[in-house]
């Protein structure tokens, strides 16, 4: 056997196209499959994904991994748990807006549950619980927002008297958020959770509400240009009127 023929018989065999492309179809099946079993896993496992309890003030989310009692204030979301007992710490504080008023109200969390309403001077004012928070202070101010920024919080339970006109944004990934009577624009996000709003009957509103997977309530909004702006988007969960549709 000549060196020529030594040489072409220890060459790897080459795969042919038509093989190549089978793995590959074979390859993309595979992905595609596993991708619809965990979607599947993650539907039944997590079954039902919301639940509401309008007698008891109660909302659940992903089975049960999220959820919050407007009753007594309690939310939990997987291991962790929120409450009036638990060891957290106090953050309040108060600002006079003058002539000196910012653009807008910034609201930022993670998990928590905000009560919301309008002062009856220019004063803002907050009184929170914050717990596993690696600092103390979460304010930020600049010349176009005043920030209250809770992001780096586990949780938070607050209540905010604001301001009457200054437009106010809030975001969050979990829990409930309350607004009574608003005299100001509002916008939230919310990822998971409820909003509940009590229209006042002073006042007219020209709504935008969006949830993703949940329910909403019926809301009076006005084509009046003046009406305030209410924008409300939540992507699990529950928009609810406080008033119970009795503004007729």
């Known amino acids: ?3 020529d023929q030594i040489e072409k018989a220890l060459e790897p065999a080459k795969a042919s196209k038509n093989l190549i492309i089978k793995w590959l179809v074979m390859g993309f099946l595979g992905t595609v499959a596993m991708v619809l079993v965990t979607f599947l896993i993650l539907i039944f496992g997590f079954s039902p994904l919301m639940s509401v309890d309008e007698s008891n003030d109660k909302v659940s989310f992903l089975g049960g991994a999220i959820e919050i009692n407007s009753s007594d204030g309690k939310f939990k979301i997987g291991d962790f748990s929120f409450n009036d007992d638990s060891s957290s710490f106090d953050y309040s504080g108060d600002r006079m807006f003058k002539g000196n008023q ?3 109200i910034l609201i930022h969390f993670t998990n928590g549950k905000a009560d919301f309403y309008t002062s009856s001077s220019t004063e803002l004012r907050w009184q929170c619980k914050v717990k596993s928070a690696s600092q103390r202070d979460f304010l930020i101010e600049s010349e176009d927002s005043f920030e209250l920024n809770f ?5 938070i339970k607050c209540s ?3 301001p009457e006109g200054i437009p106010v944004n809030v975001s969050g990934n ?3 958020i309350e ?3 608003p005299l100001s624009p509002f916008t939230v996000n919310l990822n998971n959770g409820k909003v509940e709003v009590e229209p006042s009957r002073s006042a007219e509103y020209k709504y935008d509400l969006n ?3 949940g329910l909403v309530n019926e809301f009076k909004s006005s084509s ?3 009406a305030i702006p209410i924008t409300i988007s939540v992507g699990n969960g529950y928009i609810k009127n406080g008033r119970d549709h009795d503004d007729d």
Request: net charge positive; aromatic share 4%.
């Open 102 to 104: 910012p653009k807008q």
């Open 151 to 155: 992001s780096k919080s586990s949780g």
């Open 211 to 213: 949830v993703g997977n």
């Open 224 to 226: 009046n240009p003046t």
């Open 174 to 176: 979990n829990g409930k």
């Open 160 to 162: 905010f008297h604001l």
């Open 1 to 3: 056997m000549t060196t």
């Open 179 to 181: 607004i009574d009577e």
